[in-house]
């Protein structure tokens, strides 16, 4: 049985991942006008953090950052009056690995910027040191269901509290030895700003609601469903193609907990 669903507006679209870093360079490729050549993602270094905050940031805080203030270069919103979700599968898995090898040392010597690092919610954290977001903030993980369930919490949040919300899911692909135990073997980030009234630059309308679970939207491009299932961020791919087509869709993703999250997309 269906559950009531929730309608709101996407402002604004952030995206990083081999061969799609930024929304910009990501939309031809999307649409088919050009083809997907995979390359080696840029670092990223976060423009809105402090010098010194910069340095500590490990490279799941860059990801999430990078696809944060590309979705902020495109919309009129200000970064202190979002709400935030933040979604991720698996954290740092390279701050896991250390961490780990640490504490296998007989002196268990751990690195304390590691250390400080490695909680789930480090990205929310330096997010709202860098933009001074004082807002409600969720940090979640669903495994690869974790787009999915960040958009669902967005939405509530959207709805609840009637207040504009951006949500960032990202996943770095994780050392070779915990390759085998993870859901990412690419690195990949997306960001959506969601607002619960229409704006005058809003790229769709978005309805959304949760069903009993079927099969997931896959992407027609061979190249492009790999890097879908390579990490839980890029199943966000399907909902990416259509915004960047401008076109009306419905979508379909693997949700937590048994269910399926249904997505139509209403364009202008």
């Known amino acids: 049985m269906s559950r009531p669903g929730m309608t709101l507006y996407i402002e604004a679209v952030g995206c990083c991942a081999p061969g799609l870093d930024g929304w910009t360079q990501a939309q031809p490729v999307l649409r088919g006008e050009r ?6 993602l840029s670092s990223h270094p976060p423009q809105r ?18 696809v944060a203030e590309d979705a902020l270069s495109a919309s009129t919103l200000r970064p202190d009056a979002l709400a935030t979700v933040f979604a991720s599968s698996d954290g740092d898995t390279h701050i896991v690995h250390r961490l780990c090898l640490a504490l296998a040392q ?17 990205a929310a954290g330096y997010w709202s040191i860098a933009a001074g977001a004082r ?3 969720t ?13 669902l919490e ?7 509290e009637d207040r504009d919300c ?10 070779a030895i915990l390759l085998a135990a993870c859901g990412t073997s690419q690195t990949a980030a997306v960001a959506l700003i969601l607002t619960p009234r229409r704006q005058p630059g809003s790229l769709a309308a978005l309805h959304l609601q949760t069903i009993a679970q079927c099969a997931e939207t896959a992407m027609a491009d061979p190249a492009l469903e790999r890097l879908r299932r390579s990490n839980p961020a890029a199943r966000a791919l399907p909902l990416l193609v259509h915004l960047a087509r401008r076109e009306p869709a419905t979508v379909l ?13 209403q364009v202008p």
């Open 166 to 175: 951006l949500l960032v899911a990202f996943d770095v692909g994780p050392p």
């Open 35 to 40: 083809a997907h050549l995979p390359t080696e």
């Open 253 to 265: 993703l693997d949700g937590a907990g048994g269910h399926s999250l249904h997505l139509e997309l």
């Open 49 to 66: 953090l402090p010098a010194i905050e910069r340095r500590r940031s490990p490279l799941a805080v860059r990801l999430a950052f990078a």
């Open 135 to 137: 807002l409600t903030s």
């Open 106 to 122: 007989p002196q268990r010597v751990v690195s304390p910027t590691d250390f400080h690092n490695s909680v789930h919610n480090s």
């Open 154 to 160: 967005a939405s509530a949040l959207v709805q609840a």
């Open 139 to 151: 940090s979640l993980s669903a495994r690869h269901a974790s787009f999915a369930a960040g958009l």
